[in-house]
């Protein structure tokens, strides 16, 4: 069974960093595109970046861009997320997706087949 666990969430000021992890077990990642989505309270489920199996090609929502990095390492079977400048308006629980196979970065919810319990994000002003 493929489960993913994240970590690396906490309460931060705006301007600060965090960097997510998500450890993927029961598969071996490295033909599989993943993903981070986050959800507020409130709001839908929403993309944040993708990363292609390669890990060559990578994409981000318009909100995070310049400020957002996602990165995967096979070998640990793991993918990242380094957040820098933190905004309040980036508080949200962060779930990281994993689909089973596939040649380019997808981009919506349902493209993912497994995701993580979610880790929380909170941005104080």
């Known amino acids: 069974q493929v489960q993913l666990v994240e970590s690396g969430g906490g309460l931060v000021q705006a301007g600060d960093s965090l960097r997510l992890s998500c450890v993927v077990s029961?598969?071996?990642?490295?033909?599989?595109?993943l993903a981070w989505f986050r959800q507020a309270p409130g709001k839908v489920r929403e993309f944040v970046a993708g990363?292609?199996?390669?890990?060559?090609?990578?994409a981000y929502a318009d909100s995070v861009k310049g400020r957002f990095t996602i990165s995967r390492d096979n070998a640990k079977n793991t993918v990242f997320l380094q957040m820098n400048s933190l905004k309040p308006e980036d508080t949200a629980v962060y779930y990281c997706?994993?689909?089973?196979?596939?040649?380019?970065?997808?981009?919506?919810?349902?493209?993912?087949?497994?995701w993580g319990q979610g880790t929380q994000v909170t941005v104080s002003s």
């Open positions: 997706g994993i689909r089973l196979g596939g040649a380019r970065v997808y981009l919506q919810e349902y493209e993912y087949t497994y």
């Open positions: 029961g598969r071996t990642i490295r033909i599989d595109p």
């Open positions: 990363i292609k199996w390669s890990g060559d090609s990578t």
